[in-house]
């Protein structure tokens, strides 16, 4: 038996004591709670972000914006975003070098810049290498949100963390307290917490006997019962905080199914169920799956009633053409919500707007042919952590680029190999306090988009 | 992060290689044609002049194609991955791949000194990379084959497809329980967590849920009539379990002889959890029993047949009662228009008398399960330690250790110290075993003692998870005990008495899902505009064809030559009308038999395989190339460069091109033809069947002028010999059939041992596949030989 071990024991008898001493957490080698003093004074002032996913790439031809610089011109799909126009800076040219030629695996490396292939597992996202940073301070340490299955959310491991679709259910999970009472939770997490004890006992009398190289899968298991155990740790703790009041209109806004027949209805639910996460401080961090690369949802509210799947399979149809472009535009109308709300909510230190970074974009382009260069990209907000907007950036423009009418090859090789997309996950990491240089296959920051 | 370990999983390699050995039978006539005699050559003598003469300029220092260097490749031929990578490059040679046709081709004497050389280094580093495995190997259970256990465990049903219940279960070639794949996370734990919670509540409830009989009707003197969309009914299960569920209903089918679905729609998941077609007439309503678990929740009856309100309309209920189709109060002028002039549905329509409901139902075995596994009286800590041993050693799969007991009978001292019930903190206990990785983990091996061989322990889990998806029941425990499963005898004895089981249902389902790859049915849906006829019932029963037919060959103990061609297969009604075949007096799932014109048989031409191959909008021939080389071949081809270039749109102002047109047109291109000439000419038989798998002689091009062009599904098999047609083509693979055998031993040993084979399993695959030759490659001589096999019994 360890320290560690004994740590874990001790704490819970002094806990149980009412004695309330504060517990040194085991340390492990990954997501880790950050060493208590030097970090709170970082995390008093709240930093977020949040990253909104659009299945199968945009009608490029629509979407695209042939100057860059100041004085740009929103295209016609983000028009309803030229009030943003000071809050965002749309992005052209990124990429992910291990997404080239791997069709509608886009998703699932949207966010980790990761190689999958039969023997590469994925890589740990961005929004949880932040979470690792935020974590001691929130009660969840992320929120994950798809509409149709998958997250976009990998935890170290590279292993595809699970998601949430019901804005209903998210929302219970987060505000309403479990029944059953404080006193019964706290029972209930010790006993979890004596089960772990013993797994994990048992796990190690085997590991002990295997040397380093042989424990393969048991090391993993240990980690994991172990970061469980850490897991349950807080949550006991946390039950001393309420939960914070939700006023009773918010609550059946929020507390509700709602039918993808009613796309707009539902994404501004989720939006706002962000909104409102991030405004009570439960977590900092949010990724949001609009919808599956296989399936992305029709909008039967205007009249669009094939998956964005189907349409941006065109094959030069002139009449999917544009209904993809107006499922583009609506999808885009809804992150123009959202971008609303956060500029209406304030905290303690202004416009939620100001210190929440939001990514919205897909990691597909030219979904014909399943082009993966040159993503469409906008970031916005997150002035209070040091970006800049208004700007339209254009990583294409180099010497090699011979113009947006070699459409679509644009969208199926980099036509600048240096705009990796992990460049910019890899700003937005720093600017949440991430202490890293590099992220996945990066090769430096985006410094454009920095005051 | 970690890879995953070489020496239990799939490797870079093994993506371009799978599956190589089994046409091993080249290579090993290569080898015996060079290496009968003489002084063994070095690398120097044998290797590096051939390099130097054949490979070095495309896969030297300055170029290094298909991303792949030959001369700084390792020589260390005990590690897997090197190993794995040199005997694809001895297979590119055999196999004439390497160098390339065009260039200039090595002599017979030179390439057989240099494969004869890598051959030999192989053979000479097999004992060294076995003796590299893991003393200790872990595999975690699947998400069905964890529902499988428990339910064998303690009777209780688990459904992990639940929303929130379990992560989903990565997959390798549409293998579900890889171990390598099969990693393990924080929330994996947590659930493990909840699960064991839920599943122990429901074996063990404070107060048992009374079995409770409910009927709904309408009023008296009327009937529900359900036209296609609608939901009538209200069934209320009190608590998660075993259902039975009658229905009184007619059901007619629409003029066009459509049939109506009956389905339970659950209120909660807002889906339906079961259903089936059904036809009954008006005057003579039949009777519908549905047995299944319920989740929490309620349900309805519903006509789950596409219809009038698949448009996404919606129809204002009519609170007019239905009593009669005769009675002509009810055709309304307002209404829509349910039956035509002759008094024929015009859609499907289920008419309902009654439905009722009996449960939950704890059936006595799955009662006898939970028996003497909870201490009968409490305070008797002596008892509770006997039954949690008891449990742990069903549960663990083999004998609990009086260390391990102790670990998990402190837990129950801590619940006690902390005031809980003894009953309460007894089951503390029980979640700790079904929470320990003995549990949720296969573990082969020892940490002690290096061995070769799997325990009889071992083996019976290797045997029940095979085939039954699930552990070991009391009679093969007992063998396993006695420690003669291993014995010939013995264990063919079990795995006819296991085959004979009805568990042997969750092998027939299995297998072929994940062999086949049937998860991606559905995974694009087909868009609606193109093919309207498309629904889910539709696609479930393409699955249950596919399953079933594999289940049906498996049944009936035939050739595995039945998976390429055949005269029969397992149709439905709504199969038999989406094939264009004669309609089926019933709607079920039968045997029928099929003419030459209905151009179906063996597994490559049902709707399952036509249609995972497909887009959703597109046939794709390149993608049924890759899956016929997969799934038939073992052979998986290397993916497509990255910054290939895209076939574009068509133009409207030019003449309508078939898909194969516009491929063969893209891939005259030397670099892409190279690949695509092999894989292309295995899809290319199919393009006689849309994207949902309907037969077609010319292909609807929706843009591009003048008619759409004919259908051309001719080409040429790897070995030169011509088809003609879906029908030619595979006569010609079912002429393969050894080939065919190998790779379906390799995909049976992937299944069952966790692990993607190796070049070390190579010759024990060949082995089994030659040994079931003489009984004409029957499917359970097949999986005896491999059971009775080295590659089945060592580690």
Known sequence: ?451 | MALPSNRFGPTGYCYYMRGLFTVTGLITLAITRVCGAGEPATFDQAVAPFFKENCSRCHGAKKQKGDFRLDTLPRDFADDAVAQRWAEVMFRMNAGEMPPKKEAQPTPEALGRAVGWISSRLDEGRAARMARRGPVAHYRLSRDEYANTIYDLLGVYYDVNLPGAFNDDPRWHGFERIGSMLTLSPSHVERYFKAAETVLERAYPDQPPATVKGRSEPKAGNRWLLFPGLRHGNIRPTAAGWYRIRIQLSALPSFKGRMPHLALWHDGLKRSIIGQDVIAPEEKPTIVEIQTFLPEGGLELMNEAPGMLSDGQTLSQTDIPFVSTKDRQFIRPTGYKLFDDDGKPIFPLLIVDWVEWEGPILSDADRKKRENLVPAKNGDVADARECLNRFATRAWRRPATEAEVDRFMKVMDRELAAGENFRSAYMAAMVGVLTSKNFYYIEEGSATRRRDTVSDWELASRLSYFLWGSMPDDALFAVAKSGALHEPAILRAQLARMTADGRIKRFTDAFPRQWLQLYKVGMFPPDPELYPDYDKWLEKSMLLETVGYFTEVFGKNLSLREFISSNWTVLNSRLAMHYHMPPLTEPRFQRVSLRPEDHRGGLLTQAAILTLTSDGTRHRPVHRGVWVSEAIFGKTPPPPPPNVQPIEPLPNDKPKATVRMQLEDHVSHPICASCHNKIDSLGFAFDNYDAIGQWRTEEVVPRGMGANPPVNASGTMADGRPYDGPDEFKRLMAQDVDRFAGAFVEQLATFALRRAMTIDDAAQIRAIAQASKADDYRLQTVIENFVMSDLFQKR
């Open chain 1, 1 to 451: 038996m360890n320290i560690q071990r004994q740590n874990w024991l001790l704490s819970r008898r002094h806990v149980l004591k009412g004695l309330g001493v504060s517990v040194a957490l085991p340390f492990l080698n990954c997501m880790r709670p950050m060493r208590a003093a030097a970090a709170t004074d970082k995390l008093l002032k709240a930093k977020r972000s949040v990253f909104i996913y659009l299945p199968n790439g945009v009608n490029t031809r629509d979407w695209r914006m042939t100057e860059a610089g100041a004085g740009y011109k929103l295209s016609k799909p983000l028009e309803v975003l030229e009030k943003h126009r000071d809050n965002i800076t749309p992005i052209s040219g990124l990429y992910h070098p291990h997404g080239l030629g791997h069709h509608h695996n886009c998703r699932s490396i949207w966010l980790t810049g990761g190689k999958i292939g039969p023997s590469e597992h994925n890589t740990i996202s961005v929004d949880q290498l932040m979470a690792q940073v935020t974590a001691p301070v929130t009660r969840y340490s992320s929120l994950e949100l798809s509409n149709q299955g998958g997250s976009m959310s990998w935890s170290a491991d590279g292993v595809q963390l699970p998601s949430q679709s019901s804005p209903g259910v998210a929302f219970r999970d987060m505000f309403e307290e479990p029944r059953g009472g404080v006193a019964k939770q706290r029972r209930g997490y010790r006993r979890r917490g004596s089960i772990l004890d013993a797994i994990l006992d048992d796990a190690q009398s085997l590991s002990a006997t295997l040397g380093n190289e042989d424990r393969g899968r048991l090391d993993q298991y240990l980690t994991s019962v172990r970061e469980v155990e850490v897991r349950t740790e807080r949550s006991d703790k946390w039950l001393d905080t309420p939960r914070p009041k939700i006023d009773p209109a918010a609550r059946s806004h929020l507390n509700r199914d709602v039918s993808l027949q009613m796309l707009g209805d539902y994404l501004r639910t989720m939006y706002d169920l962000i909104v409102l996460a991030f405004q009570t401080d439960m977590t900092r961090v949010a990724t949001f799956n609009t919808g599956e690369e296989g399936q992305g949802p029709a909008v039967p509210e205007i009249g669009v009633k094939q998956d964005r799947h189907s349409l941006s399979h065109h094959n030069g149809n002139t009449e999917l053409l544009r209904q993809l472009t107006q499922s583009d535009s609506f999808n885009i109308a809804q992150f123009g919500y959202f971008l609303d709300r956060l500029s209406e909510v304030k905290d303690a230190d202004g416009p939620l707007l100001d210190t929440t970074m939001a990514l919205y974009g897909s990691g597909m382009a030219y979904g014909h042919s399943h082009g993966n260069a040159s993503l469409p990209i906008i970031l916005a907000g997150g002035a209070g952590l040091g970006l800049k907007h208004g700007r339209h950036i254009d990583f294409n423009l180099t010497k090699n680029f011979l113009g947006y009418d070699k459409h679509p090859a644009i969208y199926h090789r980099a036509v600048n190999e240096k705009a990796c997309m992990s460049n910019l996950l890899l700003t937005m990491a720093q600017r949440m306090d991430a202490q890293t240089e590099k992220f996945a296959d990066s090769l430096g920051t985006v410094s454009e988009v920095l005051v």
